[in-house]
Antibody
Framework: QVTLRESGPALVKPTQTLTLTCTFS??????????VSWIRQPPGKALEWLAR???????FYDTSLRTRLTISKDTSKNQVALTMTNMDPVDTATYYC?????????????WGKGTTVTVSS | EIVLTQSPGTLPLSPGERATLACRAS???????LAWYQQKPGQAPRLLMY???SRATGIPDRFSGSGSGTDFTLTISRLEPEDFAVYYC?????????FGQGTKLEIK
């Protein structure tokens, strides 16, 4: 059974750096074809894809947030981290991590429950 | 960046009716690398379809997907009460792997 769980601070101040951790089980990020993505959803709004890291260390980022995001993995701990710098109130959202699988292109098949992050002074 | 436009924004229908949801891409993203997700209030999204027309594990066959290139459709043949939710499409053919803005399927 594949599960993912997001963890991190519920409240951050403007200009601070946010670090979220995704801890997963039921698969390994050292296995060919496995990837982990981060997606967020502001309250009442649509899903927004943020970043993805692949089994072969390839990294992909949202264009507009690229300069603020870093995704990394610790295969031995079954964890993926996302850091977002210079947080702003507009970054208030539920942040999801999710597994992506496939052969040539990779679709999200399992989601974590999400963690809510509020940016406020 | 590929922009996905979903229509309609809101779709009021009754149980038993047929639902047709559209997702149009601003440009082709190679192949049929499009997925559909269902999201209910307070829950994480759930994968319905991938590869435009392949149903995910456990998804009832009243859900079907079609399309290629820039135009895609999710069809629910006969709506059940549990199908009323928000539906998102996502392209995973070209980074950044963008989502549409969603279609809310509501009870008429």
């Amino acid at each position: 059974q594949v599960t993912l769980r997001e963890s991190g601070p519920a409240l951050v101040k403007p200009t601070q750096t946010l670090t979220l951790t995704c801890t997963f089980s039921g698969f390994s990020l050292s296995t060919s074809g496995m990837c982990v993505s981060w997606i967020r959803q502001p309250p009442g709004k649509a899903l927004e894809w943020l970043a993805r890291i692949d089994w072969d260390d390839d990294e992909f980022y949202d264009t507009s947030l690229r300069t603020r995001l870093t995704i990394s993995k610790d295969t031995s701990k079954n964890q993926v981290a996302l850091t977002m710098t210079n947080m702003d109130p507009v970054d208030t959202a539920t942040y999801y991590c999710a597994r992506a699988v496939g052969g040539y292109a990779y679709y999200i098949d399992v989601w974590g429950k999400g963690t809510t992050v509020t940016v406020s002074s | 960046e590929i922009v996905l436009t979903q229509s309609p924004g809101t779709l009021p229908l009754s149980p038993g009716e047929r639902a047709t949801l559209a997702c149009r891409a601003s440009q082709s993203f190679g192949g049929s690398y499009l997925a559909w997700y269902q999201q209910k209030p307070g829950q994480a999204p759930r994968l319905l379809m991938y590869g435009s027309s392949s149903r995910a594990t456990g998804i009832p066959d009243r859900f079907s997907g079609s399309g290629s290139g820039t135009d895609f459709t999710l069809t629910i043949s006969r709506l059940e009460p549990e199908d009323f939710a928000v539906y998102y499409c996502q392209q995973y053919g070209r980074s950044p792997y963008t989502f549409g803005q969603g279609t809310k399927l509501e009870i008429k």
